[in-house]
């Protein structure tokens, strides 16, 4: 079923790549430093914790050394916060500066398509002078159609072998792993186009480690001797007056499927050449026939599961680390590594089995900080760590700053250039807004918007339900016990509404537009039950998979 939805978006893509009118915006006056090069690297659901900079349970055990050079030469952000945690809706607010509620794209469900006729950092930083290019992994529902002079990018959520790629010229594919081709393809376009007279950005977008986390030919079977400590709340039994958390159907031990995910399936992997087929049985067959003997059931079970997860997941994190390396190793030798500055983040955060679960949405810890490291050897001092409350809302901003062009003022994020020469403005926020509308689902996490400060996170829980929740992250950093009506935080229950309620009015959200963005979601399931396809028996799934196509044509 989770092929044909991916190969549904897939097509959904594929549409006319216009050209834009380009006009030429001046850059700020009094401005005199050589603008930089701009290497923007995204991965998808790339956890904090999968991170050595980081530390945590895994960085010994997982290192990630060349993602780490980039926090090592240049700075580490501690609390880069996502204000809607899914794929696609991170990656408009990242391009337009704006919340989802306002660039109206607000969830993955079928059929969304962001909006390329709106403003966008790469229209503005064209007009600024810049060479823009889009690669790899985009997931807005369609292709670029201004913006960008150079596009190359994965259909809907791409595969991880021989991938289908969509350019101005319509679909082709390259055979080889996603992540080694995207990287080369990265290397060759900066090497066609670095000038000295003209700066340029590279939106480069990775696939993996999103699901099903197939692990490239050359990290196959990595780790597979290795033992990766558990968390301690792998088997959370959601007390606390946590109801909602209790609701989901995203666990380890329920949601996570054993062919697709686990990879326990005498079935050949879809898209695999035959090579690339045996290679693959050569490690999964001996797996394959070691489980099929142990018979286990219940918490072994899980923990076994727990464990096939982290090897492919965090084996398809090294692909990505060498493809980083690959891009640094480029930049130095090219001569272009001192002004260009490399940004490395994710989507948003994911849960590698803390409170049971994988995948992101929530506006608990894990899903909700994403990972931010960022070198530019002519602006930021080697080795510093960051603790301001920033958010992918401010990346667009950041871009036209590096740019010196002027940020448009309905942009609802701010420039992290000051912080990054270490300089926070004395008014930078103190408080983050979020909001999450992908409900109904197929993870069933409820819709919620919320505020997070540096201490407490306050939760509303709607469309089905009217719940809050309020976390003292300080006493409880694993988000544990919900402490809302406690008599001991009413003073900071108060306190947190009042601040809620001013950060909706200053982003323009309310609750007219949570009922708007409800009715169109049932509206389009009306017209299309694919919206729901986790409802669907296979085959009724694939006889409405067959009439779309029809009706395609």
């Given amino acids: 079923m989770k092929k044909i939805v991916y190969t549904l978006l897939g097509i959904l893509m594929i549409s006319s790549c216009g050209v834009s009118n380009k006009k030429t915006i001046e850059v700020k006056p009094g401005k005199t430093e050589k603008r930089p090069n701009i290497v923007f690297i995204i991965s998808d659901d790339h956890a904090y914790q999968a991170i050595s900079a980081y530390g945590g349970r895994l960085a010994k055990v997982a290192p990630t050394p060349n993602i780490d050079r980039i926090a090592n030469e240049g700075i580490r952000f501690d609390n880069c916060l996502v204000t809607n945690s899914i794929c696609g809706p991170s990656r408009a607010t990242i391009i337009t ?6 660039n109206e794209f607000v969830d993955n469900t079928f059929g969304s398509e962001f909006n390329f006729n709106q403003q966008t950092f790469a229209e503005l930083l064209q007009q600024a002078g810049y060479k823009t290019g889009v690669l790899g992994k985009l997931h807005l529902g369609q292709t670029p159609t201004k913006g960008f002079d150079y596009v190359d990018i994965l259909p809907g959520q791409g595969s991880y ?98 062919g697709q995910d686990i990879k ?44 096939r997860y982290m090897r492919d997941y965090l084996a398809c994190v ?82 036209l700053d590096l740019a010196q062009t002027n940020i448009p003022e309905d942009m609802q994020g701010r420039s992290i250039v000051p912080i990054l020469k270490g300089k926070t403005p004395i008014d930078w926020r103190k408080s983050h807004y979020y909001h999450y509308y992908e409900h109904p ?51 900071i229950q108060k306190k947190l509404h009042k601040e809620l309620e001013n950060l909706r009015i200053k982003y323009k959200d309310n609750d007219t537009l949570n009922q708007k963005f409800i009715d169109e979601y ?14 669907l028996a296979p085959e009724e799934m694939n006889k409405l998979y067959q009439e779309y196509l029809k009706k395609q044509k």
């Fill in 264 to 307: 326990i399936t005498d079935n050949p992997q879809a898209g695999f050449n035959e090579k690339q087929q045996k290679m693959w049985d050569s490690i999964y067959g001996t797996i394959n026939d070691k489980f099929k003997k142990a018979n286990l059931k219940g918490k072994d079970l899980t923990r076994y599961k727990y464990q």
């Fill in 522 to 535: 049932k509206e389009k399931l009306k017209t299309n039950p694919l919206v729901e396809y986790w409802k």
């Fill in 441 to 491: 689902s197929e993870h069933d996490v409820r819709r919620h918007y919320g505020i997070t400060t540096d201490r407490y996170k306050l939760i509303h829980f709607y469309y089905d339900m009217d719940v809050w929740e309020l976390y003292d992250t300080k006493k409880d950093p694993n988000e544990l016990h919900n402490v809302y009506d406690n008599p001991e935080y009413a003073a």
């Fill in 97 to 102: 500066g704006k919340y989802s509620h306002q």
């Fill in 161 to 258: 072998y021989n991938p289908m790629f969509v350019n101005k010229k319509g679909m082709y594919q390259v055979e080889g792993y996603a992540t080694e081709i995207i990287t080369d393809k990265a290397i060759n376009w900066i090497d066609s186009v670095k000038n000295d007279d003209q700066p340029f950005m590279l939106f480069l977008g990775h696939k993996s480690p999103h699901r099903p986390w197939q692990p490239g030919p050359n990290e196959l079977g990595m780790y597979e001797n290795v033992e990766f400590p558990e968390p301690e709340t792998l088997f959370d039994d959601y007390s606390g007056n946590r109801k909602v958390a209790s609701l989901n159907y995203m666990s380890i031990s329920e949601a996570m499927k054993m």
């Fill in 318 to 399: 090294a692909g990505v680390d060498k493809g980083v390396g690959s891009v640094l190793d480029y930049l130095k030798k090219a001569g272009l590594d001192e002004n260009t500055i490399v940004i490395y983040t994710s989507d948003q955060g994911f849960y590698l089995g803390e409170h049971g679960w994988f995948d992101k949405r929530w506006m608990y810890k894990e899903s909700l900080k994403t990972p931010l490291l960022i070198k530019w050897p002519e602006q930021i001092k080697a080795g510093q760590v960051n603790n301001d409350l920033v958010s992918n809302l401010d990346f667009a901003e950041t871009f």
